[in-house]
């Protein structure tokens, strides 16, 4: 057969009813108003960061009549260095696709690519901020949920458990993001430590061990599984992870069960206490659905305008998936009276009265950030240039 | 005393390097019988996998080790046919057989990635676990570390003090003779294949159900690797094997403390630890150089010092048996 | 009589059989239409010119790493480095390419692929050296290279070559137009590589089949006291055999950077020196074949995108089929070396 | 015990390796086995022993058919053999290579053992230490261990092929002391395998010789040379004579050599040798001769002295240096140290021409050319595209010497007829005179004493790493020799 005319690099010809292309290498014709394309960085079911957006597209497909989602897993050069986003996004426009999800900062760079091959259709890339710069051409827009908040809150459930006073934090990668996410987490348990249980916050440690990539590479990254260990072996007693994957719960899990008195917060994904709910304090995860519904939805009635989003948590409740974009879920190792004073810290964050962002906030080396009584403002926090004073491991 | 920093942090070194000591005694069985069994990484994946697979859909532990134990003797059955029967090359056999098994783990294991799943849980031997420092780190631990150190020792005995293991040791130095002594060589070859591919399997199972719960791709991706470097560092003896697996623990461990302890080093660096270990413990027990400065030594000592350093491989490892 | 001929020249076609076979029964078990995943597997490598492009793309790194391999396995020395070769060649490039600004294609792209041999040659000589001065056996110091050349790399990205907008893992800056190779209808596939590949493959080729010192490293590969008794040195053309066959390595890693990619990623390589080793145990050491089975292999994982795409398999289906037809052939490929087994079966003991 | 074999036939691809041979041999008694360079010999004791089985034909122990599936059968049985290279394990201590199969108990019990061993070795006059491991040994202590062991396992008939080589003459006096003794008190039949006359004459009381697989006579011992070797040969092969030393000009000059390895030290050699003269070294295993050569060779780096070749200094220059400045060394070993095997003869020749010679590429007609003049020189049975596993062992010789380029100026021999028949060794012998009439200096080891002398014209000895004297090869006897090397003055 010759090749699909819509499979050269042109762009599809899209009618003006803006349904998508027939395409006759996807062997069935894409039905539905919206074909929607999704490209991974991890596997589909890491109960991570991966995870969290499968659940965000299929929330979609349940929620959008006729909705029809093309799920591609595990897209990396260490895992397929064969396969490229560009030859992804090829086979996924060539299927119909109208709108593509790519759902890391990995992406990027070849997300502006595409964007530029493919005009007439919307590229979202999560976490990247070239809509903001203004670099991104029309048809690219970014969402990232202000997870920050909800970092806030998880450093205030581990600093109102911790027997110990020590707190460690399971970083992956060192950039912007990764920092801010960390100092937030920080900055949520000083907070919690000095105002609800009276403890003075410069004895509380909060060390942060950066493994060297979003999840683990055998013999490239630190082994998570071995840093939880030590984290533990070193007195520390409340694990955060703030990577892709659930090692620092399973690990806590397992010292639980040999009758340490240790506990996890882990990250991501709503279901991801469940490997040790017993010990698990809660989890501040993503909650694509309702923006990604909302994206598929403005581009199936051809109203989406590009945008740099940075989503919030519907405070008056962090747990209702129609609504918020980052949300928090108490687990069952959260002691009664730490809950209560984790609501009150939320309901002032709600309410705005409490804000852990404000000064004084120094960098790691001392230097001041932001001035005493001044709260950040989102360009301050995005671009979070090292930790804290305080937060102990590498900032570079 | 028993809860301060070092000892806790020595324990954890101690449980990390339990499935790596088993995983190395099965290959020096192996490599002893005169057989490269190159295909450990990919065997360990494909038990992890099987391991955890097994155990998470019927619940028992039991039926998991053995099933991980039935794939690693199933790839080494394969390695033994192809370099035995069929006298390829067993360093081919077992590379392909390494790449297979990454990849056929991943696939297999699609649907079980990050299921939270049984686990061999920690059992202290009474009163001895209260031994100063000793307690905690040999008599508070989970089965697989009591299993280990039994393996290793059992192992020990076996090769270097009974008959059998005469045998064992005859056909990998110079099988001919083995066989003039009524020993039937393929047949022990064929033996300790399996049995070495077994106990891998084990180790990949002491993975996914004790070290590293559960599955997820590549789990235990490179450890089979480290596990050949330590045979050949232990110089074919599961003792001495056993103690690399502990150094090789320990150096990973090192790797994480060095990166809160030690300043303005790029945090990637410390990840290379366990590679330059790699090459040097290598290079120390095979590069000549040892020898020439064991020549510096007086007579006396030079030859302990050797023998306590450098190590020999068994002779006919790798070759052929043609039978007379 | 005349069967015996017959079978002799289907047999090779066994293992391949049989390998279909068991993907086969993958697929059913696991509930995929067969006939739909074949079509997406041929579809994803030849459905159209963007994925004809993209195979031929893959497939000249590949068959860089495979004709140095020829090399060192002439030599007898098992060069599983030729992974971490690859990714310091790709790390050589990009040096060149970060570094010069402001020159043109002509001056950038020879010096580029020089600094890649250079490199992958480099990282080779360690492999060597640490195996004729130390006595380390070349798989080992080869997969611990390769390690430290990923983690080198990122080193790289996230340190001193980070991009301006601040270190991610992602990898460099994307390099300047003038660095990168000239590609086709902006594909990935360059067709001065395809020519340089070609080139490798020819002088390869002639060195191992008509030299004097492909006869040495002939030699050092089958009996390396015999050869160095009748006056090859052995340490020597060990050394050159690694360090060419890095060399041809690095070459590929440049093409990783330069056209597959436009700037130094995360694990640019993700095994494809592997995979190289793969394709020449397949091809029986032949040369001839090389060429063809990495074009087979390219082929393959770039259809299992497709199929993963359509199928939504795990697309490490492919790596599954080449694999299991490579140890299928290495056990049964042979006809002639099976009934010579068969011949001489002595009453076993 | 009685035993006798009936019509024994074993065939090796198309080789006939025993073509329908039928012997018998008495308790009591000592047999020689005699033949050329692959005439049967090995493979028939190995049949008798176990080693491999026959293709048709029968074992009689005593009148009761016999079949042995292992020599570990064969042992228990009675029949036990040893080889040249004893099959032992040398990383072993002695007591563990002792023990190996000696019984089914799984737990080894080291001390009874050791006080059996003790006692057998004490009965039979060895010394050894029980400790020591195998491969510190000398070849002739592994002999008697093998020998010993066999004892032990309750050997009646013994077969030892070719069991002389290598080992000293006090040595070879205990081994055939001790055969004599379990002869004669013991009435234990032996076999023994041998290319050296005197030897089986010494020993035998009867001799049976096989030719092309076949048996082609026996006689009863002692009876003359010459009827043995036309046994063998069909006809008697007349022995190319030594011809006399050419030159006076001295050619390597050794002077205050010293070499240091692991096992052993040798110091200050000092050693003139002339042009076209050949130098024999006689020595035990072990000795240092051969440490001498591979110095020499520059395979070994001299620990003191100077070695001048021609006046020009080529002490430190490494082997290829060496060879380059017209040394040749031939190692003892074929397939392994000197043939490749999967490589055929041209690329041997092509391999083994020097530097200047190899051009980048081949020119593979001319190639085949040279090959099949040299090969036709030397008269290997093989055509330049044969590989060189498909030769005999007499031909893979051949074919080492066939390599050896032109312009030599010294050719370095270690064994240069090891398990050759003395046909085949005496056109080896033609061959190197060639060479030396060309003014080519030869300096060979060989444990064979008697071809030593008839070889040499001038002879060193060894003991212990210390080169005791210098003798003119005409006025000295093998038992002179014999002795010397023992280290007695
Ligand atoms: N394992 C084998 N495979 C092939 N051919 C063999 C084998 N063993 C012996 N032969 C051949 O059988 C013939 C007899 O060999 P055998 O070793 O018995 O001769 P021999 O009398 O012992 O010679 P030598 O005096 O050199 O030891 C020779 O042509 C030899 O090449
Ligand atoms: N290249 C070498 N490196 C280390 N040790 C060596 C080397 N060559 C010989 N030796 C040791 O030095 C001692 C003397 O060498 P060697 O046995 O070759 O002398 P030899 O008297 O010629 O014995 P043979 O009868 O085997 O020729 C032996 O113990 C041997 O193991
Ligand atoms: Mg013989
Ligand atoms: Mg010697």
């Not at chain 1, 589909?44 to 989602?69: F, K, M």
């Amino acid at each position: 057969a010759p090749p699909p005319a819509d499979d050269t690099g042109a762009p599809p010809p899209a009618d003006d009813t803006g349904a998508p292309a027939p395409s006759d290498d996807a062997g069935e014709p894409a039905p539905g108003p919206l074909t929607f394309g999704v490209v991974l960085v991890g596997p589909q079911n890491d109960r991570g960061w991966s995870q969290a957006h499968a659940e965000g597209a299929q929330y979609v497909v349940d929620n959008l009549e006729g909705a029809n989602l093309i799920l591609f897993e595990l897209l990396n050069p260490a895992d397929k260095p064969e396969a490229t986003l560009e030859g992804v996004v090829d086979d996924m426009v060539a299927q119909g696709a109208t709108l593509i999800l790519t759902t890391s900062d990995e992406f990027e760079e070849d997300t502006m690519g595409v964007a530029e091959k493919y005009p007439d259709v919307t590229f979202i890339n999560i976490s990247g901020d070239d809509a903001l710069t203004g670099e991104a051409p029309d048809n690219l827009g970014n969402i990232m949920g202000r997870m920050e908040d909800m970092k806030a809150i998880a450093g205030c459930a581990a600093a109102l458990t911790t027997q110990t006073g020590q707190i460690g934090y399971l970083g992956p990668l060192i950039n912007f993001e990764t920092r801010r996410l960390a100092a937030s987490a920080y900055l949520g348990a000083r907070y919690c430590y000095e105002n609800y249980r009276g403890l003075d916050p410069a004895d509380l440690q909060f060390t942060v061990t950066w493994i060297g990539f979003w999840f683990n590479i055998p013999g490239v990254t630190l082994d998570p599984t071995e840093v939880a260990t030590n984290f533990f072996d070193s007195g520390i007693d409340v694990i955060m992870s703030g990577i892709d994957t659930t090692e620092g719960i399973d690990v806590a899990g397992q010292r639980a069960a040999a009758g340490d008195a240790v506990w996890s917060v882990p990250y991501d994904f709503e279901g991801a206490c469940e490997t040790a709910p017993d010990i698990c304090l809660g989890v501040p995860y993503f909650n694509w659905g309702p923006s990604y519904l909302a994206l598929a939805q403005s581009v199936a009635d051809g109203t989406w305008t590009q945008s740099w989003d940075w989503n919030g948590a519907n405070w008056a409740n962090l747990t209702d998936n129609d609504t918020t974009h980052v949300g928090w879920i108490s687990g069952p190792g959260l002691s009664a009276e730490a809950q209560a004073s984790l609501d009150l810290f939320i309901a002032g964050m709600a309410s705005g009265g409490i804000n852990v962002w404000t000064g004084p906030i120094n960098l790691q080396d001392g230097s001041a950030y932001i001035a005493a009584g001044q709260a950040a403002t989102d360009e301050q926090i995005w671009y979070l240039p090292q930790l804290l004073e305080g937060m102990t491991g590498p900032s570079e | 005393m028993n809860d301060t920093l070092l000892v806790r942090i020595l324990a954890s070194i101690a449980l990390q390097a339990a499935p790596l000591m088993i995983a190395v005694t099965g290959e020096t069985l192996t490599e002893r019988a005169g057989v490269v069994n190159l295909s450990l990484d990919g065997k360990m994946l494909m038990a992890a996998m099987t391991g955890f697979v097994v155990a998470y859909t019927t619940g028992s532990l039991i039926l998991g080790f053995l099933a991980a134990a039935l794939v690693g003797a199933l790839f080494a059955l394969i390695v033994a046919f192809g370099s035995i029967t069929l006298k390829h090359n067993q360093v081919a056999i077992g590379f392909v057989l390494t790449l297979l098994g990454a990849d056929l783990s991943a696939f297999l294991g699609q649907n079980f990635t990050r299921l939270p799943g049984p686990s061999v849980g920690k059992f202290a031997v009474p009163y001895l676990k209260d031994l100063p420092v000793l307690g905690p780190i040999f008599f508070n631990q989970n089965a697989i570390f009591y299993f280990a150190i039994l393996l290793v020792a059992a192992a020990w005995w076996w090769l270097f003090r009974t008959q059998p293991g005469l045998h064992l040791r005859g056909a990998g130095e110079r099988p001919e003779a083995a066989f003039a002594r009524g020993a039937s060589v393929t047949r022990l070859r064929y033996l300790y294949t399996v049995l070495g591919g077994a106990l891998v399997g084990v180790a990949g199972a002491s993975y996914s159900l004790g070290i590293k719960i559960g599955w997820s791709e590549g789990h235990t991706a490179g450890l089979g690797w480290i596990a050949l470097a330590i045979v050949i560092f232990g110089g074919w003896s599961p003792a001495r094997g056993a103690l690399g697996a502990v150094v090789f623990g320990a150096t990973k461990s090192l790797a994480t403390v060095f990166q809160q302890n030690v300043q303005g080093v790029s945090v990637v660096a410390f990840n290379t630890l366990p590679w330059l270990l790699m090459i040097g413990v290598l290079l120390l027990v095979s590069s000549d150089w040892v020898a020439r400065v064991a020549n510096l030594l007086p007579p006396r000592l030079r030859g302990g010092f050797l023998r306590l350093v450098q190590v020999t491989p068994p002779r006919a490892l790798g070759v052929e048996f043609g039978q007379e | 009589m005349k069967v015996v001929p017959l079978l002799k020249r289907i047999w090779p076609l066994m293992p391949v059989l049989a390998s279909l076979a068991f993907i086969l029964a993958l697929l059913l078990i696991f509930g995929a239409d067969p006939a739909t995943a074949f079509q997406a597997l041929w579809q994803g490598a030849f459905g159209s010119r963007d994925r004809l492009l993209g195979t031929l793309a893959f497939w000249i790194p590949l068959a860089l790493c495979a004709i140095g391999l020829m090399l060192t396995f002439t030599a007898g020395l098992w060069n599983i480095g030729v992974e971490g070769q690859l990714i310091l060649g790709s790390i050589g490039a990009s040096w060149v390419a970060l570094n010069l600004k402001g020159q043109p294609a002509w001056v950038l792209i020879p010096l580029e692929l020089l600094a890649a041999m250079a490199a992958g040659a480099l990282w080779a000589a360690l492999s060597a050296l640490l195996k004729t001065r130390g006595k380390v056996h070349e798989i080992f110091s080869g997969l611990a290279l390769t390690n430290l050349a990923i983690i080198l790399t990122n080193y790289l990205i996230s340190g001193p070559w980070q991009p301006p907008e601040g270190g991610s893992f992602r990898g460099t800056q994307p390099f300047q137009e003038a660095a990168l190779l000239p590609r086709l209808f902006d594909s990935r596939f360059s067709p001065l590589s395809l020519v340089l590949m070609s080139i490798a493959l020819v002088i390869v080729a002639v060195l191992l089949g008509n030299t004097t010192w492909g006869l040495k490293l002939k030699a050092l590969g089958r009996n390396s006291r015999s050869a160095f008794l009748l006056g090859v040195s052995s340490e020597r053309e060990a050394v050159i055999a690694m360090m060419a066959c890095g060399a041809l390595a690095g070459l590929g890693g440049a093409v990783r950077v330069l056209s597959w990619f436009d700037s130094l990623r995360q694990s640019i390589s993700g095994g494809i020196g592997f995979l190289a080793l793969l394709v020449v145990m397949l091809s029986a050491y032949r040369m001839f074949w090389v060429p063809f089975v990495a074009f087979f292999f390219s082929a393959v994982l770039q259809g299992s995108i497709t199929l993963q795409l359509r199928t939504q398999l795990h697309s490490s289906l492919g790596g599954i089929l080449t694999g299991v037809l490579v140890l299928l052939t290495l056990l049964f490929g042979d006809y002639n070396h099976l009934r010579r087994l068969r011949k001489e079966s002595r009453p076993d003991e | 015990m009685h035993i006798e074999l009936r019509d024994i036939r074993k065939t090796f691809g198309d080789v006939r390796a025993n073509d329908g041979i039928s012997l018998a041999f008495e308790p009591g008694r000592i047999y020689g086995l005699l033949g050329e360079n692959g005439a049967g010999k090995s493979t028939l004791m190995k049949i008798l022993a176990g080693y491999q089985p026959a293709d048709s034909g029968r074992i009689l122990l005593n009148g009761q058919p016999a079949h042995f599936a292992t020599p570990a059968d064969a042992l228990r049985r009675g029949v036990g053999m040893v080889y040249q290279d004893p099959l032992d394990f040398p990383p072993f201590t002695v007591l563990e290579n002792y023990l190996l199969g000696r019984d089914r108990a799984v737990n080894l019990d080291f001390r009874q053992a050791a006080a059996e061993l003790r006692a057998i070795l004490d009965r039979y006059g060895f010394a050894v230490d029980m400790d020591a491991a195998i491969g510190s040994l000398s070849l002739g202590e592994r002999q008697q261990l093998e020998l010993v062991r066999l004892l032990a396992g309750g050997a009646q008939a013994l077969i030892l092929d070719e069991p002389t080589t290598g080992i000293s003459a006090s040595q070879k006096d205990a081994l055939f002391a001790t055969m004599r003794r379990m002869a004669a008190e013991e009435g234990k039949s032996i076999i023994l395998v041998s290319h050296k006359l005197e030897e089986i004459q010494e020993l035998c009381g009867h001799a049976f010789v096989l030719r092309k697989g076949q048996l082609v006579g026996e006689t009863a011992l002692p009876c003359p040379n010459r009827a043995l070797v036309e046994m063998m040969f069909g006809q008697v092969p007349e022995r190319t004579p030594r011809p006399p030393a050419a030159v006076e000009q001295p050619l390597l000059e050794i002077s205050g050599l010293g070499v240091r390895t692991q096992r052993l030290t040798v110091g200050d050699i000092n050693l003139s040798i002339r042009r076209g003269e050949v130098f024999g070294l006689a020595g035990l295993e072990g000795s240092g001769q051969a440490l001498l050569m591979k110095a020499v060779a520059g395979l070994l780096p001299a620990a003191s002295g100077r070695i001048a070749l021609d006046g020009l200094d080529i002490t430190h220059l490494d082997y290829h240096q060496t060879r380059a400045a017209g040394v040749a060394y031939v190692a003892a070993g074929r397939l392994e140290e000197g043939l490749i095997a999967g490589l055929s003869l041209t690329e041997h020749i092509l391999l083994a021409a020097p530097r200047r010679d190899q051009t980048f590429f081949i020119r593979w007609g001319a190639a085949r050319e040279t090959t099949s003049g040299r090969i036709a020189l030397c008269e290997v049975v093989g055509v330049p595209d044969s590989t060189a596993e498909q030769l005999s062992g007499g031909n893979q010789q051949r074919m080492l010497y066939a390599m050896l380029n032109e312009g030599l100026r010294l050719i370095l021999l270690d064994q240069p007829t090891r398990g050759l028949d003395v046909r085949s060794a005496d056109y080896i012998w033609e061959l190197l005179y060639a060479r030396r009439r060309e003014g080519t200096a030869i300096l060979f080891y060989s444990p064979d004493l008697d071809e030593i002398i008839e070889r040499s014209d001038r002879i060193a000895v060894f003991s212990g790493g210390v080169m005791s004297r210098i003798v003119e090869a005409a006025r000295t006897t093998a038992d002179e020799l014999g002795h010397l090397i023992g280290g007695q003055q």
